[in-house]
């Protein structure tokens, strides 16, 4: 909740408050991290919705689909409704032919508080030290309270850093600790790896502790964060480091150091795509809804410009199967993308996944019947045996079974139809994502029998599809962007599937996987942090240095680039830096117990 106090407090200047989790720049703070803390600022400059809106978010396709004419009603349907009892036109025809609209974020990042001016912090800093009890009279917890300073300072010298934040603690009505946040930057990857800036910053907790307290030794701590692919709002790879002592600032994690893979996999996000199993299963999820009674979504022809027909398609596919030859059902479909599951190429496709991926095209409930019709017509009048997988146990296959044991036309009435092409992809999809981790020797058949199992429904089973999909597609991501052993990738897909087993699916799937930082080495010493701190910490003060790529977001207003440069580089001589070479941006936050 925010307050507004204007005179309240006998200052003269107005302030607002608002109880929040932590800022995200002091997270490598031990005493702050994911800690409630009690926010002033002069004014909010945006609501959190406006903020939502301006976060960089990986582009989402919205499918646009066009009503095209309606086909003449199959002659084994019921006039009177729908087979299914569902709420749609079977004949109903829908083409995606309209390109798909792109929504994209701006990548910029808006503060959403203006602060206070620099004075006007230490005046209410005062107050708060000297008067504890004011600041939670609306509320019974102890709280850090954090004072939000802008950019007013223009005419600080060089060597000066910009306060950025002022606080206190309070516990019980009394005073405990209090802090101080400030920044500098950017400052080049040079000008932070020399020893004067690790000696800076040492220096600054030693003036901190003071001298009585100076003969304690501190705990140094350090962190650093690699990302390896995407960034924080969208699909991404990252590396989080701990270790104990660094002897520069940005120095590489030791090959002991804790090391954590973080794997994001943002849904609609194509970073990691390795198949064409998601539009599969968006395909899967249309039809699924029909037969549950809402709406019927076919998605059509995959070229808009096909212009052959099911009736030609399925005569080829019957000719494939008659050789026994499915390395040539390549040659019916579109240009295959050269992903993952391609190059693992399956050895137990049969007539089924070749029906999938036709039928799975039909515009309408009408022309999907009529195409059964004339497949099971074809095999019974042209004496076709086609070829199936002896593992196929869809109802599709025992039905192809059924008909060349009979020799009789089997029954396609009400939502037989669906049901069979329901389950004729669900087979196919859980065949190629088991068939790339078997092949690969990345899981054995145990651990995927829980994914492989038919569910009690439809819909379980495809819920089992996704999950086991995105352990395919966390493997992948593993091989593309980390050069992990063949032994870690191991270790991670066994991990995935069982966190996985039962979790439910989310837009973000956030997965973190302990590894040997040995694994990694190329990635540490090569790369560049994206984020990297070092704490220095004593029974009295606790000094953070935390260095970003990017500027913090709570500086407002926003200072111009090149003056920062200007100011934050020695004038000594030229700055002489590879361009090659991040800069950094340092914040430097001290927090002091009191006696």
């Known amino acids: 909740m925010v307050r507004q106090t204007n005179q309240r407090e006998n200052l003269s200047f107005d302030f607002q408050k608002e109880i929040v989790t932590s800022p995200k720049l002091l997270y490598h703070v031990p005493d702050l991290r994911n800690k409630k803390v009690c926010l002033y600022f002069a004014e909010r400059i945006q609501t959190q919705s406006n903020s939502d809106a301006t976060t960089a978010k990986t582009p989402i396709k919205i499918p646009s689909f066009r009503r095209l004419e309606t086909k003449p009603s199959s002659v084994d349907l019921d006039l009177t409704g729908s087979p299914l009892k569902a709420d749609f036109d079977p004949n109903e025809v829908f083409d995606d032919s309209a390109d798909h609209i792109i929504l994209s974020r701006p990548k910029k990042k808006t503060p959403l508080y203006r602060g206070l001016k620099s004075k006007e912090a230490r005046i209410l800093v005062s107050r708060l030290n000297t008067t ?49 946040t400030s920044w500098k930057g950017p400052l080049s990857y040079k000008t932070l790896t020399s020893n004067s800036c690790v000696e800076e910053f040492k220096q600054m907790h030693m003036g901190a502790t003071g001298a009585r307290k100076a003969g304690q030794r501190p705990e140094i701590s350090c962190a650093a964060e690699f990302y390896l692919t995407g960034e924080e709002t969208e699909s991404h790879i990252k590396l989080e480091c701990a270790w104990d002592r660094s002897n520069v600032l940005l120095e590489s994690p030791p090959p002991d150091s804790d090391t954590k893979l973080k794997i994001c996999l943002v849904k609609g996000d194509t970073r990691f795509v390795c198949d064409d199993q998601n539009t599969e299963i968006e395909q899967l999820e249309g039809l699924i809804s029909g037969l549950e009674g809402a709406e019927l979504v076919w998605l059509g022809r995959h070229a808009q410009d096909a212009e052959w027909t099911m009736e030609e398609k399925i005569m080829e596919i019957l000719e494939i199967s008659r050789k026994n030859r499915p390395d040539e059902f390549d040659k019916l479909q579109e240009p295959a993308s050269d992903n993952l599951l391609n190059v693992n190429e399956r050895q137990d496709v049969d007539i089924t996944d070749m029906l999938w991926k036709i039928l799975c095209q039909c515009e309408s409930y009408a022309e999907l019947t009529d195409s059964l019709h004339f497949l099971f017509n074809t095999i019974l009048t042209e004496d076709i045996r086609p070829f199936l997988y002896s ?92 050069s992990l052993p063949t032994a870690s990738v191991k270790t991670i897909v066994h991990a995935a599937l069982a966190r996985l087993r039962d979790a439910p699916l989310e837009e973000r799937m956030n997965m973190e996987f302990n590894i040997q930082a040995a694994d990694v080495k190329a990635e540490l010493e090569t790369g560049r942090a994206t984020l990297w701190s070092m704490t220095y910490k004593n029974d009295f003060v606790t000094s953070t240095a935390i260095l970003q790529m990017e500027r913090p977001e709570e500086i407002y207003p926003h200072p111009v680039e090149s003056v920062l440069r200007r100011r934050s580089t020695d004038n000594s001589e030229p700055e002489s830096v590879e361009e090659s070479e991040p800069d950094y941006y340092i914040i430097y936050h001290t927090s002091i117990k009191q006696d």
């Open 132 to 180: 504890p009890t004011i600041q939670n009279n609306d509320t019974n917890e102890d709280l850090t309270n954090l004072v939000l300073c802008s950019y007013d300072d223009q005419n600080q010298v060089a060597k000066h850093s910009h306060l950025l934040y002022l606080g206190n603690r309070v516990e019980g009505g009394e005073l405990v600790e209090v802090c101080k």
């Open 391 to 482: 593992g196929n146990q869809s109802s599709m296959a025992g039905l192809l079974r059924a008909t060349l044991r009979t020799a009789s036309m089997p029954d396609l009435s009400g939502a037989k139809p669906l049901s069979l092409l329901l389950e004729m992809g669900i087979e196919k999809l859980k065949r190629d994502s088991s068939h790339f981790l078997l092949s690969s020797d990345l899981a054995s058949k145990e651990s995927l029998d829980h994914y492989l199992s038919g569910g009690s429904s439809l819909s379980e089973s495809l819920t089992n599809i996704k999950r086991l999909h995105l352990v395919v597609e966390t493997a992948f991501a593993c091989q593309t962007y980390v």
